[in-house]
C-alpha cells in the first residue's frame, strides 16, 4: 500500500526564529530523515515552502487565495510517500521522521498526519 505523509508545524512559532536557529534544528533533523531513507520505504520525499495559494471554484471562476481555506497557524513543511503493508507499518515507519523525533518539535507544533493513498502513478 502506498501512504501519504505529511508534516505540519506551527508557522508563526516557526518564522519568529531566526534563520540560524532555523538551520540548526534542520541539522538536527538530518540523522531521522536519514534513518527512514535508510528503510527503503521512501518513494517521494520534498520539503516545501510556506508559500501558499489556494485554489475553489466559485461559480465559473477559480478563485485564488494565499493563505489555505481553514483559519490555523498551521502549514505544511514536508510531504513524503510511503510504501507499507499496512496503516500499522506506515505509522512505524512515520515514526522516524523528525516531526515526531526532534524534541524542539513539540514546542513548534510539528505532527505527522498519514493516509492511505487509493491511487499513485509513477512513470519511472
Known amino acids: 500500500m502506498i501512504f501519504l505523509c505529511m508534516g505540519y508545524f506551527n508557522a508563526e512559532k516557526m518564522h519568529a ?16 530523515t536519514d534513518k527512514l531513507y535508510e528503510s527503503g520505504k521512501v518513494l517521494l520525499d520534498a520539503g516545501l515552502e510556506s508559500e501558499v495559494k489556494s485554489l475553489r471554484r466559485v461559480g465559473e471562476k477559480v478563485m485564488v487565495t494565499d493563505r489555505p481555506p481553514a483559519a490555523t497557524n498551521e502549514l505544511i513543511g514536508s510531504v513524503f510517500i510511503l510504501e507499507a503493508e499496512n496503516m500499522e507499518e506506515a505509522i512505524q515507519l512515520a515514526s522516524i521522521h523528525p516531526t515526531t523525533q526532534v524534541d524542539k518539535g513539540e514546542e513548534f507544533g510539528w505532527r505527522t498526519e498519514i493516509r492511505p493513498v487509493h491511487f499513485f502513478k509513477n512513470d519511472k
Do not use: D, K
Open 17 to 32: 526564529l531566526p534563520g540560524a536557529e532555523v538551520e540548526a534544528l534542520m541539522n538536527e533533523c538530518q540523522p531521522y
